[in-house]
């Protein structure tokens, strides 16, 4: 039986860690499917290399490149006759995409970072015509990279968005957030606390106001300024799947207010499509790929970087009617791990029986 070796730059370190987290549960259905899977993972910058390349552009296209080496070298070591690899991020196909049939997987930042290097263009149009196919989690990020190549594309393109399980929140957990809430309608957001997440907007959008509270599940640099900015704000830290969807199912309004930095925007993100599974009433940004889906949804929209929009938006939400709720859950239906996995398998017998 041939191998299936996922590549990638972002795997959970424990249970409550959401870096990644989508390309496990990825992978556990390719395990499921009967397929044989090895995952090689390279260590990863705690703030994760996109962050770090927005912060310092030279540091972090260093430790990128150092990253990649070490999983190309872990590849290589591993590689063998007949195998497959599957590799999130594109980037991380490179150093194998000439040697075996690869599945070459867009998620966002990777799009991005070829928009902005001087040779992405030429990094794309190797991807293209190397790749056994190539993947996008959006057709916002399957159009931005048509457009990078310039092109008719060559390897055939998928759009294979990230899955989103069943809710199964602890109940007992979210009986405490609302004993903290001690009558406050309840504001959600759920991701790291960085700045492509936008949450400074929702914390002026916020701002002094004591009739609800801001429970943010997630880890990151901007936790202190955003507690300074907002007396709501209370950090729950990183979330296991139960006690984070007991969070989204306390919740009266979940917000993802994200925000484009420079060419990086969200693709499909995972907690839009777990809020959305939750039925917690959602207000979201229009970048990237959460216009379509919004819509669909019925999600409130608001432009990016617009504290004002926001705040109305989340008012008008607190009395959201319980169709709402419905509509959400319906969206995010086609989105389960049940409906997408499958079609994640069968991306991958494909190069299988190439």
């Known amino acids: 039986m041939s191998r299936v070796l996922v590549a990638t730059t972002s795997w959970p370190r424990h249970p409550a860690d959401p870096a990644g987290s989508f390309v496990a549960a990825s992978v556990d259905w390719l395990r499921a499917d009967g397929l044989a899977v090895q995952v090689v993972h390279a260590p990863r910058p ?3 290399l996109p962050e770090l390349i927005e912060a310092s552009p030279a540091a972090g296209l260093a430790a990128g490149a150092a990253a990649l080496a070490r999983l190309g070298a872990s590849l290589h070591l591993r590689l063998r006759r007949g195998d497959v690899v599957v590799a999130h991020w594109l980037p991380t196909a490179l150093p194998v995409v000439c040697r075996a049939p690869t599945l070459a997987w867009a998620h966002g930042g990777d799009v991005a970072l070829l928009e902005r290097l001087a040779g992405g263009r030429r990094i794309a149009r190797a991807l293209d015509a190397h790749a056994a196919a190539l993947a996008f989690v959006s057709a916002d990020l399957r159009d931005r990279f048509a457009a990078l190549l310039g092109r008719t594309p060559r390897a055939p393109q998928w759009l294979l968005p990230m899955g989103v399980a069943a809710p199964r929140p602890d109940a007992a957990f979210a009986a405490t957030l609302r004993a903290r809430a001690a009558g406050r309608r309840i504001i959600a957001t759920v991701g790291r606390l960085v700045p492509i997440k936008g949450l400074d907007v929702l914390a002026r959008a ?3 106001r004591d009739d609800v509270v801001w429970f943010a599940a997630g880890e990151g640099p901007e936790r202190d300024a955003l507690a300074r900015l907002c007396s709501s704000f209370e950090p729950l830290g990183l979330l296991d799947p139960p006690r984070r969807d007991a969070l989204l199912a306390a919740a009266d309004v979940f917000a993802l207010p994200s925000r484009p930095l420079g060419r990086r925007t969200e693709g499909t993100p995972v907690a839009l499509l777990e809020a959305l599974a939750s039925g917690v009433p959602t207000v979201a940004t ?4 959460v216009p379509a889906l919004a819509r669909e949804a019925g999600a409130s929209l608001v432009p990016p970087d617009d504290p004002a929009a926001l705040a109305l938006a989340i008012d008008a939400l607190l009395g959201a009617p319980a169709a709402l709720r419905d509509r959400h859950r319906r969206a995010a239906a086609r989105f389960a791990w049940p409906v997408v996995g ?8 494909y190069l299988v029986g190439r």
């Open 46 to 48: 705690a703030a994760g």
């Open 206 to 208: 916020l701002g002094p």
């Open 286 to 289: 229009a970048t990237g790929g």
């Open 342 to 349: 499958p079609d994640h398998a069968r991306a991958v017998r």
